[in-house]
């Protein structure tokens, strides 16, 4: 094989990592949408058909994170460390475990009054995964536009930053004035999973702050 032909092979390879990374922040947003509205939805089959539609976009995003695993093990030559390619992959896949399983309390638990802090909560892990998307489209310029990338991070932290001061006045609301013990554990362990998440986001985000940093 040609020595032009063989380096041919490695560009190639190493390109399909990101639209890889994109097509996971697409399901990632897509599910977090759907939260929001399982969320806000109080009949059962309508929720059971929202859940399924979350649950199948977690199932695409481990197919996403298979395919991912898969090139890095058949390419020698990345666009960044196999560490960091292995690991925000693992850190996306991940975030979109954590919105599934906050899908899957609200259909378990169908609790009878969902607190609207839940859903500002949601629909901040839904900004989160705007950004996310934002930040995957860009990453192949990440050499070029640090900045600016790094700026988007910031920000993701900035909303981890308000979940945790949402979810504590979350958490005083419920205990003030929840009276049902089953319904309170409920809302907890709800508003537990919802704030966790926007925990994985910034984990994605530092990831991608890890790589810039290396890069610089």
Do not use: W
């Amino acid at each position: 094989m040609k020595i032009d032909r063989f380096l041919q092979l490695f560009v190639v390879k190493e390109k399909k990592f990101y639209p890889l990374y994109i097509e996971q922040a697409v399901n990632i947003e897509a599910a977090a949408k759907l939260l929001v509205e399982l969320l806000q939805e109080r009949k059962p089959e309508n929720q059971k058909t929202l859940y399924k539609k979350v649950k199948d976009y977690e199932h695409s995003g481990d197919q996403i994170t298979a395919r991912l695993y898969e090139e890095l093990n058949k390419t020698f030559v990345t666009p960044f460390d196999r560490e960091d390619i292995n690991r925000l992959g693992s850190s996306m896949d991940t975030l979109l475990d954590f919105i599934h399983d906050a899908a899957k309390r609200v259909l378990m638990y169908r609790p009878k009054n969902v607190n609207q802090l839940m859903v500002a909560m949601a629909q901040c892990i839904v900004e989160d995964a705007r950004i996310l998307g934002q930040i995957m489209d860009e990453l192949d310029q990440l050499q070029k536009r640090p900045q600016e990338i790094n700026e988007k991070c910031v920000r993701i932290k900035q909303i981890e930053h308000d979940v945790d001061n949402l979810y504590e006045e979350f958490m005083s609301d419920v205990f003030a004035n929840e009276k049902d013990a089953i319904e309170l554990v409920k809302l907890k362990n709800i508003g537990q999973v919802l704030e966790d998440a926007t925990d994985r986001a910034k984990d994605v985000s530092d990831i991608v702050r890890g790589i810039i940093i290396k890069f610089a």
